[in-house]
């Protein structure tokens, strides 16, 4: 089993960058995917980015904003990193991170993923 906690929401600004983080802990070894959803009021939740958490290959929804944003990890501090490159209020979610055993390019609904964080919540003020 894996644990899974987010942070480095808050209350930003639109146009400022923003990086969030997700420290796992427990079975690390074990991980495949690791991957970013976020949930907006009223909204359903929506797959963000993954990557493979052994070789870092990343994936992004089809027709997404990808160049907005950016997954990375970190394998000596068993952190994922989600950059958001510009704010917009649309936006403001909870982030959530959340663990796969699929590979990254497959692994883009909440179906694939098997265990989540806590979540992080993100509020973008225009």
């Known amino acids: 089993q894996v644990h899974l906690v987010e942070s480095g929401g808050g209350l930003v600004k639109a146009g400022d960058p923003l990086t969030l983080a997700c420290v796992a802990s427990?079975?690390?070894?074990?991980?495949?995917?690791l991957g970013w959803f976020r949930e907006a009021p009223r909204k359903n939740r929506e797959f963000v980015a993954a990557?493979?958490?052994?070789?870092?290959?990343?994936?992004y929804p089809p027709n997404s904003k990808k160049e907005r944003f950016t997954i990375s990890r970190d394998n000596t501090k068993n952190t994922l990193y989600l950059q958001i490159h510009s704010l917009e209020p649309e936006d403001s979610a909870m982030y959530y991170c959340?663990?796969?055993?699929?590979?990254?390019?497959?692994?883009?609904?909440?179906?694939?993923?098997?265990?989540w964080g806590q979540g992080t919540q993100v509020t973008v003020s225009s």
């Open positions: 990557i493979d958490w052994r070789d870092g290959s990343t994936s």
């Open positions: 427990g079975d690390v070894s074990s991980i495949w995917t």
């Open positions: 959340a663990r796969s055993s699929f590979i990254a390019l497959v692994a883009h609904t909440q179906g694939h993923f098997h265990e």
